[in-house]
Each structure stands twice: as structure tokens, then as C-alpha cells.
């Protein structure tokens, strides 16, 4: 199968820049499993990482609005990582899903 014309090139890639870093979750276990942009306001992103966080963040302010923490069982030992962070299309509001491995 041939890419498509729009599709970008290797060289592309290169010009690219770090435009914002947001330390949102642990750097023990440093690692984004999944994200999100929201489709009706871009400023909002939400990602799920390996520390069994998922974060919601407001790219345009340049901060954390919130830390959930539904991934923590007191069976286990270990956290597991959040490997699903999505927002709900659709909505004014700000509605998200998350999954994990944890079972």
C-alpha cells in the first residue's frame, strides 16, 4: 500500500520542538501509557501513565487540574498503569474513561 501525499515524511519530524512539559506524574515510574486531546476545547488533555495516575490537564493555563487515583488496590502490592485515558465526545462538559490492567 502507497502512503498518502499528505502523510508526513522522516525529515518532517526533525523540525519538530517541544512546545510545553508537564510534570504530572510520578517520575518513580516515569512513563504515559495513553492520552487524550478533547475534541471540542484542545486546551484540555487527559493521560494516563505507569505510576496508576490519570491526569487531566489545561494545556492553555499550563497546569494540573486533577489527579485521579482509581487505580490503586489494596490487594496489590504494586500500582498498576493506567493503559486507556479517554474524554467522552459529545459533552460540554469534561467526561472521561479510564482502564487499567489491574483487573
Known amino acids: 500500500m502507497k502512503p498518502s501525499?499528505?502523510?508526513?515524511?522522516a525529515e518532517d519530524y526533525k523540525t519538530l520542538k517541544e512546545s510545553a512539559k508537564y510534570p504530572s506524574h510520578e517520575s518513580t515510574k516515569p512513563g504515559i501509557l495513553d492520552?487524550?486531546?478533547n475534541g471540542a476545547s484542545?486546551?484540555?488533555?487527559?493521560s494516563g501513565g505507569k505510576d496508576?495516575?490519570?491526569v487531566l490537564l489545561d494545556h492553555s493555563q499550563g497546569s494540573?487540574?486533577?489527579?485521579?487515583?482509581?487505580?490503586?488496590?489494596?490487594k496489590r502490592t504494586a500500582k498498576p498503569g493506567?493503559?486507556?485515558?479517554?474524554?467522552v465526545p459529545g459533552h460540554a462538559e469534561l467526561y472521561g474513561i479510564?482502564?487499567?490492567?489491574d483487573g
Do not use: L, W
Open 64 to 74: 494540573v487540574v486533577k489527579k485521579f487515583e482509581p487505580f490503586e488496590s489494596k
Open 35 to 37: 492520552f487524550d486531546i
Open 42 to 46: 484542545e486546551n484540555f488533555i487527559v
Open 82 to 87: 493506567v493503559s486507556v485515558a479517554r474524554f
Open 52 to 54: 496508576g495516575k490519570a
Open 98 to 101: 479510564f482502564g487499567s490492567t
Open 5 to 9: 501525499k499528505d502523510y508526513p515524511k
